[in-house]
C-alpha cells in the first residue's frame, strides 16, 4: 500500500475538523462525496472543500449536486485513467 494513501475515513474526518474549526455548516452528504472522490492529497481535498463552501457564500444551496457542478474539472482530472500508450 501507498503510504500517502489515505482511507475515505481518514479524508471524512480531516474534512469534519475542517469544517468545525471554520464554524461552517456543510451536509454531511456533501462532506461523503468530497472524501469519496477527492483521493489524490489533502491539500486538493481542502481546496475541494472551499470551493463548494465559496458557493454557498455566492447564495446556491450547499448540495452533492452543486458540488459535483462546482468540482467537473477536478473530479474530471481525478478519475483519468492513464492508458498505456500515454505511459510509454
Known amino acids: ?20 474549526k471554520m464554524s461552517m455548516y456543510v451536509p454531511d452528504d456533501v462532506l461523503e462525496f ?14 475541494a472543500l472551499n470551493k463548494v463552501a465559496h458557493t454557498s457564500l455566492i447564495g446556491r444551496s450547499m448540495t452533492v449536486e452543486s458540488a459535483s457542478e462546482t468540482l467537473a ?15 510509454q
Open 34 to 47: 468530497l472524501a469519496r472522490n477527492i483521493k489524490s492529497n489533502i491539500r486538493e481535498l481542502e481546496g
Open 73 to 87: 474539472d477536478l473530479l474530471r482530472s481525478n478519475h483519468k485513467s492513464i492508458t498505456i500508450a500515454e505511459i
Open 1 to 20: 500500500a501507498d503510504i500517502n494513501e489515505t482511507t475515505f475515513e481518514l479524508r471524512l474526518g480531516i474534512l469534519q475538523a475542517k469544517v468545525e
